[in-house]
């Protein structure tokens, strides 16, 4: 092999001002790091494709279903919601998996003893991390959600009922349905840094998003009014896509209500990683 | 520079790292030793700061390693070559590793050349063998061009070229003026590549001291002789002081000496007309001084009926 006769010494590169840590480069690397594995354009990928199956499904039933539809059912047509349920829906079952794959990942194949090596400021490392998977989740969240709703509106049309932005709460829903799906992936983010375990934080963040609504439907029905608008997951989809004034929950708080509701959760699990991955020997 | 005082790292009941002190200098390739679970990946690990230490203190040129403005020029380490994501090419896995510290691009292609991977540059490492993951993780840690170099048992799994590449770059590193420290759980290995030796036995301190000076300070270096004549050359040894035994695996005529430098046996042989055909350090007693030395330290004996005792040839621990 040419190497084990190769000339060993190393050049010395070093600038005069010398190599320099910094948060902006940690925030390039992360964006490097996400970018160069396959598993981030598969699940991106699955994110905008289920949004705009779902919309495309779920829109074309609505239209063969019109016309034998009661006028009272017709009143609650939601069309916006129709269009772009699915990417809340199918899109935090997909963004966990990328949330936390970011920072667990690292755990299980041991990246993050480098990674802490090259740059020992943790909470800059973890806020670089979460900054990043934000970032990208925002933009192809908004693209899945955008492309959703105007497909589904498209498929609509023939019903004399299709939304447009213009109307009132549908650009709401749409954007929330984005920033839900972002919030989902942050959330699942802060398990992984608390559970530093794939499958562990994975099935912590599909426990809270989806088992904890439903176990809380045992409750005495008093109760659960009064629980629900308080649980993570759930209704909080349902309050952020529905347009229709009429098919609001009761128990529930308004739309931007549930959603603080859930990012307090989310900031919540994000603050108690950020303090366990300061804390703990990496 | 590295500087450990009172280093101490507990996991619960169990004390890994037990009150260690030492300083590792630039320009000699230190030796870290001790059997396996003796502390020496924890020690590292404290180095780095990825760790925090139960007592005591360890500053990297000064100051803890969190703290450097610049770690990745100031301290390349290798812990582990199977700690990276398999699914990132050799070159996107550094490249994220050069972000962090605005290392530029051409730096990450010139490592690549330097270990000898830029043909598989672009290749996912989870189709590397071990010996390229070594090389991967060697450029990972040449990428800042640092002042000290922290390798862990960097020869383990490796072909016979690979640890002789190692070793002849770790010896040019140092030779650069770098501070190198590297961990091996085999005394042979450092015998090849290190000036100084750091001997630790379940988290303490058992030697810190020259290769040289190790070898002297162990339990009487054994010379091998082979002669014709061994009964005659046997009786001229013990005349003088010296102790001999036959050794059982070797040829016949094949003896052990303790107690008497090669001069004095080659002088002993010639003043009694003894022909020798053979005469030279015994090979293994750098390896059993160190075996002797960390035998009452060893975290998992095998069960054997004769254990080794450990010697006290008067050195600190």
């Known amino acids: ?282 | 520079m590295i500087e450990a005082r009172g280093l101490t790292k507990r996991y619960g009941s169990t004390v890994a790292v037990d009150g260690l002190s030492f300083t590792i200098r630039p320009g000699v390739v230190t030796g870290f030793l001790g059997p396996n679970g003796a502390g020496k990946t924890t020690t590292m690990r404290l180095i780095l700061g990825l760790d925090y230490p139960s007592a005591g203190t360890v500053t990297v040129n000064g100051k803890p390693h969190p703290q450097s403005p610049s770690p990745m020029h100031e301290v390349g380490a290798l812990l582990d070559a199977k700690a990276v994501h398999g699914g990132r090419s050799a070159f996107g896995h550094l490249l994220c590793l050069a972000h962090t510290n605005g290392i530029p691009r051409r730096r990450v292609d010139e490592v690549l050349g330097v270990v000898g991977l830029s043909g598989v540059a672009r290749k996912r490492s989870k189709g590397f063998s071990l010996g390229m993951r070594q090389r991967l993780g060697i450029a990972a840690a040449l990428l800042g061009d640092p002042e000290i170099l922290m390798f862990d048992e960097p020869v383990n799994g490796l072909d016979p070229e690979g640890i002789l590449w190692i070793r002849n770059f770790m010896k040019s590193l140092a030779a650069e003026g770098r501070t190198v420290f590297v961990s091996s759980h085999l005394m042979s290995e450092m015998e090849n590549t290190a000036d100084h030796v750091i001997v630790i036995g379940r988290g303490q301190l058992i030697a810190d001291c020259t290769i040289a000076e190790f070898i002297a300070r162990s339990s009487g270096q054994a010379i091998r002789v082979r002669t014709p004549q061994p009964d005659a050359l046997a009786r001229a040894i013990a005349a003088a002081g010296g102790a001999s035994a036959a050794v059982s695996d070797g040829q016949a005529g094949e003896l052990e000496v303790s107690g008497l430098t090669e001069e004095r046996i080659g002088d002993l042989a010639f003043a009694h007309g003894v022909r020798v055909h053979h005469l030279s350090p015994s090979r293994a007693s750098l390896e059993r001084a160190f075996m002797e030395l960390t035998a009452g330290s060893v975290e998992y004996h095998a069960g054997l009926p004769e254990t080794r005792q450990p010697a006290h040839i008067g050195m600190e621990n």
């Open chain 1, 1 to 282: 092999m040419a190497a084990a006769t190769a000339s060993p010494c190393l050049p010395r590169t070093v600038p005069a001002g010398g190599y320099r840590a910094s948060a902006a480069g940690t925030v390039r690397s992360e964006f490097t790091k996400i970018r160069s594995v396959r598993s981030t354009y598969w699940t991106l990928f699955l994110l905008v494709a289920a949004g705009v199956a779902w919309s495309i499904a779920y829109c074309v039933g609505e239209v063969s279903r019109w016309p034998a539809m009661s006028a009272q059912d017709k009143v609650g047509f939601d069309p916006a919601q129709s269009s772009i349920v699915g990417v809340a829906l199918l899109g935090q079952l997909v963004i966990v998996v990328l949330g936390t794959l970011s920072i667990t990942s690292e755990y299980s194949t041991g990246m993050i003893r480098t990674s802490l090596t090259v740059m020992p400021r943790r909470g800059v490392f973890y806020g670089a991390k979460a900054g990043v998977l934000a970032a990208v989740a925002l933009v192809v969240a908004f693209l899945a959600s955008f492309a959703s709703f105007f497909i589904g509106q498209a498929l609509l049309a023939s019903t004399h009922v299709s939304a447009t932005l213009s109307q009132p709460n549908v650009l709401r829903a749409v954007i929330g349905s984005a920033l839900y799906v972002v919030l989902c992936g942050l959330f699942a983010f802060g398990l992984g840094a608390i559970l530093r375990s794939t499958a562990g934080a994975m099935t912590a963040a599909y426990g809270f998003l989806f088992l904890v609504p439903q176990l809380a439907k045992a409750l005495p029905s008093s109760w659960y009014a009064d629980v629900d608008r308080w649980l993570p997951g759930g209704d909080v989809v349902n309050a952020i896509t529905n347009t229709q004034s009429v098919n609001a929950s009761q128990h529930l708080f308004s739309a931007w209500g549930e959603f603080a509701v859930f990012g307090a959760y989310t900031l919540a699990v994000l603050v108690a990683g950020a303090l366990l991955i300061r804390r703990r020997d990496a």
